[in-house]
């Protein structure tokens, strides 16, 4: 995706160079908002790294926030495919779905730093569809955390609005880790993002167990 | 959101100018001051990104001179703001967690959170400009969020000495109630709606005391909870 196609008379097809020129932008827009802020990104920037002429960008892309937008989406797609695979298996009971679905969700961002990076940290600053694309990507996950009413024994009095604090809370934790330049270390605070969205729907004991044996889990991973 | 402004009413005001005998520091501190609140008036009615430096300095009614001796830049002096409104929030949680009259942790939580609720439905300003513009405002802001926020964590981990073996409650418990907190904050404040801020109080109660407490607790704290209007 990064190999630039060679340059002059290469008889590919438009389409194509159209889209190997579209991917080299999106990537570059995405290494430039690992490396600085999305406000500081420039246009120059992404079309000097990815090699094409300004006027080709805006051939592509209206303006910076398209651009960013696009590679935002081309990403999305396979984080979701990823946690989903991770998690959704029917033997697994709702808790363990949660666990296995936030160790996915903590790995893929660490190794996407880029990625990692303007989904949780640049969507605020880079508009309002931007903002809007974060926030329902939040209520998606909330709405899963809070089939824990119903998942779980005898909790359906849970408020409904818990789920979708737990989760922005949790997120805030993640950006925390990334600001503090720790992403690669992401997984390490899943244990405690566990027991923060579990416990509402369980005994605090048994959150607390799961929590636990969560860091023990990544602990014999990391040593192993 | 125009502000109007009385001469000489407190520190807000503009000092008079020409010759006042005033000493230096005095008329440094009302400029700072004044821009900082004009920052705070002007984010709030237009947001950061489109806030300019002109539009600082003529609500604070000084010299673009002035403003560039004491900030660096547009994210220097909207990071001071920011401040500021952090240190007012934090100042409410602090009153309302101790003026309380109930002297159990849950009492003292519900005092905090209502004193913070109350005040930002009446300044629905420092929500947008410590809540919403916080979140999205530059990289420099932003990273004083993170500290600023560690502030709230104690009134919340001192449930902590209610439970037996606390240290099992995972440290970043107290991170995820307070961005759990914002986080329903800024929705309200973001679509318009802070004045009807206290009436989330009950599920933010909930929220608070769940993962120190427990399912049961929590229940009865949020029942408990009355809405004020």
């Not at chain 2, 981990?157 to 307070?178: F, N, Y």
């Amino acid at each position: 995706m990064n190999d630039r196609l060679p340059s002059g008379r290469h008889n590919l097809p438009r389409e194509f160079v159209v889209t190997s020129q579209r991917d080299r932008l999106l990537d570059s827009m995405a290494q430039a908002c690992a490396e600085k802020r999305y406000a500081e990104v420039s246009v120059a920037d992404i079309v000097s790294r990815a090699r094409v002429s300004r006027s080709t960008f805006y051939e592509i892309f209206p303006d910076k926030e398209a651009c960013f937008l696009a590679a935002y989406d081309a990403i999305l797609g396979r984080f979701v495919t990823e946690v989903i695979k991770a998690c959704q298996d029917p033997v697994l009971t709702w808790p363990e779905q949660i666990e296995l679905g936030i160790e996915a969700s903590l790995r893929f961002l660490a190794a996407e730093p880029a990625f990692a990076r303007m989904c949780i940290v640049d969507m605020f600053s880079a508009g309002p569809s931007a903002l809007e694309r974060y926030l329902s990507a939040v209520r998606l996950i909330a709405a899963f955390v809070d089939g824990g009413r119903t998942q779980m024994p005898d909790r359906e009095d849970v408020p409904e609005s818990i789920a979708l604090m737990t989760v922005s809370g949790a997120a805030v934790v993640i950006r925390a880790e990334i600001v503090g330049d720790r992403t690669q270390d992401l997984p390490a605070v899943g244990p405690d993002l566990l027991y923060s969205i579990l416990v509402p729907y369980m005994e605090r004991e048994e959150a607390t167990r799961r929590s636990e044996r969560f860091a023990e889990r990544l602990e014999g991973q990391l040593t192993a | 959101m125009a502000q109007t402004r009385k001469k000489g009413s407190g520190l807000n005001g503009k000092l008079p100018s020409g010759r006042h005998g005033l000493a230096r520091d005095v008329v440094i501190t009302s400029q700072r001051e004044r821009m900082i609140e004009a920052m705070i008036a002007v984010v709030a009615g237009k947001g950061y990104a489109e806030t300019t430096v002109a539009d600082i300095i003529s609500n604070a009614g000084v010299s673009r001179a002035t403003f560039y001796e004491q900030f660096a830049d547009k994210e220097d002096c909207f990071v001071a703001a920011y401040a500021a409104v952090m240190e007012r929030m934090l100042a409410f949680v602090a009153q309302g967690f101790s003026t309380e009259e109930s002297d159990d942790w849950v009492g003292r939580a519900r005092g905090a959170l209502r004193s913070l609720l109350t005040y930002l439905s009446e300044n629905p300003v420092a929500a947008r400009v410590g809540i919403v513009e916080g979140f999205g405002a530059g990289a420099r802001a932003r990273d004083r969020y993170q500290e600023a926020v560690s502030a709230f964590f104690p009134f919340l981990d001192a449930a902590r000495d209610l439970v037996d073996e606390p240290d099992r409650i995972p440290p970043q418990t107290a991170r995820v109630v307070v961005g759990g907190v914002s986080a329903l904050i800024f929705a309200e404040a973001s679509s318009g709606n802070a004045s009807r801020l206290p009436e989330v109080l009950p599920q933010m109660m909930y929220l608070a005391v769940v993962p120190y407490l427990g399912h049961e607790e929590a229940m009865v704290a949020m029942r408990e909870t009355e809405v004020s209007r």
